[in-house]
């Protein structure tokens, strides 16, 4: 498997992504999946686990999502998931009428949305999907600071900061799982990584709330739609959601005694697999 730094433009801004090709020296066109990461983590295990699977995988970091924005815009990553396809699709690699989209967390939200206004995707996945606008753990915590913070910034110019996940001082017994497990992740060395901080800009919170990943679900048939959730997950209602309004062919894994962090790290092999067996569809 050969691996490399690229950049590609959406809306001409430079996006930087690893590239990961499963047998570099063939002259065979392989499919290919664009691989979307959580709300301020990172996608390259997934990427390169399904690389060794035979597909070309694109793993990149949205826009502003590195100091000194960090910004989380729903709608500006749905952008660039549509300019990573355009990469893909123009790549000597990669058959471009064998494009997919898989989205980790958050990035399942956006698989979802992008997917159903680009019919250049034939198959979309999702790990632990949520919608980020409708992810009551955000709002509960930010929503009593953000009038202050937003006041401070009106009147110094001073950027504030939110974080996707609390601190390990700062969990309580009303936090939730993920919560939680997300503070365990991100902030220690399991999921830890130096350009992937623990906060958004504080303007994230205007845009977030706006955003709808469920909007336009019914656009993705006839594409096949797969949703892996685990079966402890606190936000598996998420993926009920998208099966339930999602018209066929449609598929809902859930992963006995998984949580919605477990299928990040520790659960990536069998869930590759499910991945796989789906998207063997575009790979013929």
Same mark, same amino acid.
């Given at each position: +498997?050969?691996?490399?730094?690229?950049?590609?433009?959406?809306?001409?801004?430079?996006?930087?992504?690893?590239?990961? @090709?499963?047998?570099?020296?063939?002259?065979?066109?392989? /499919?290919?999946?664009? @691989?979307?990461?959580?709300? =301020?983590?990172?996608?390259?295990?997934?990427?390169?686990?399904?690389?060794?699977?035979? #597909?070309?995988?694109?793993?990149?970091?949205?826009? #502003?999502?590195?100091?000194?924005?960090?910004?989380?815009?729903?709608?500006?990553?749905?952008?660039? &998931?549509?300019?990573?396809?355009?990469?893909?699709?123009?790549?000597? %690699?990669?058959?471009?009428?064998?494009?997919?989209?898989?989205?980790?967390?958050?990035? =399942?939200?956006?698989?979802?949305?992008?997917?159903?206004?680009? /019919?250049?995707? %034939?198959?979309?996945?999702?790990?632990? +999907?949520?919608?980020?606008?409708?992810?009551?753990?955000?709002?509960?915590?930010?929503?009593?600071?953000?009038?202050?913070?937003?006041?401070?910034?009106?009147? &110094? =110019?001073?950027?504030? #900061?939110?974080?996707?996940?609390?601190?390990?001082?700062?969990?309580?017994?009303?936090?939730?799982?993920? +919560?939680?497990?997300?503070?365990?992740?991100?902030?220690?060395?399991?999921?830890?990584? /130096? =350009?992937?901080?623990? %906060?958004?800009?504080?303007?994230?919170?205007?845009?977030?709330?706006?955003?709808?990943?469920?909007?336009?679900?019914?656009?993705?048939?006839?594409? /096949?739609?797969?949703?892996?959730?685990? %079966?402890?997950?606190? &936000?598996?209602?998420?993926?009920?959601? @998208?099966?339930?309004?999602?018209?066929?062919?449609?598929?809902?894994?859930?992963?006995?005694?998984? &949580?919605?962090?477990?299928?990040?790290?520790?659960? @990536?092999?069998?869930?590759?697999?499910?991945?796989?067996?789906?998207?063997?569809?575009?790979?013929?």
């Amino acid at each position: +498997m050969n691996t490399i730094e690229v950049t590609f433009p959406s809306n001409n801004i430079k996006i930087s992504a690893h590239r990961y @090709v499963p047998r570099a020296n063939s002259d065979e066109k392989f /499919p290919a999946l664009v @691989v979307l990461h959580p709300g =301020g983590g990172t996608a390259g295990l997934y990427a390169r686990k399904l690389a060794e699977n035979g #597909y070309v995988t694109l793993a990149f970091d949205r826009r #502003y999502q590195g100091t000194p924005r960090n910004l989380e815009d729903p709608f500006a990553s749905i952008e660039d &998931t549509k300019s990573a396809v355009t990469y893909l699709a123009c790549h000597d %690699k990669v058959d471009a009428d064998r494009i997919g989209i898989l989205g980790v967390c958050a990035g =399942g939200g956006y698989a979802i949305f992008a997917a159903s206004t680009d /019919p250049r995707v %034939k198959a979309i996945g999702t790990v632990s +999907m949520v919608c980020i606008g409708a992810l009551g753990e955000l709002d509960r915590a930010h929503r009593p600071g953000w009038r202050s913070k937003s006041r401070i910034y009106a009147k &110094t =110019g001073q950027v504030k #900061y939110l974080p996707y996940v609390p601190s390990q001082d700062r969990l309580s017994a009303d936090s939730s799982v993920l +919560m939680r497990e997300g503070s365990e992740y991100y902030l220690t060395s399991r999921g830890s990584h /130096p =350009g992937s901080v623990n %906060k958004f800009a504080l303007w994230s919170y205007n845009i977030i709330p706006t955003y709808d990943s469920f909007a336009k679900i019914e656009r993705l048939s006839p594409r /096949p739609l797969l949703l892996v959730a685990g %079966k402890d997950a606190d &936000t598996i209602g998420h993926s009920h959601v @998208v099966f339930w309004k999602a018209k066929e062919p449609k598929e809902l894994h859930t992963i006995e005694g998984a &949580t919605h962090i477990d299928l990040y790290d520790k659960r @990536v092999d069998e869930v590759a697999v499910k991945l796989t067996e789906f998207t063997i569809d575009i790979s013929r």
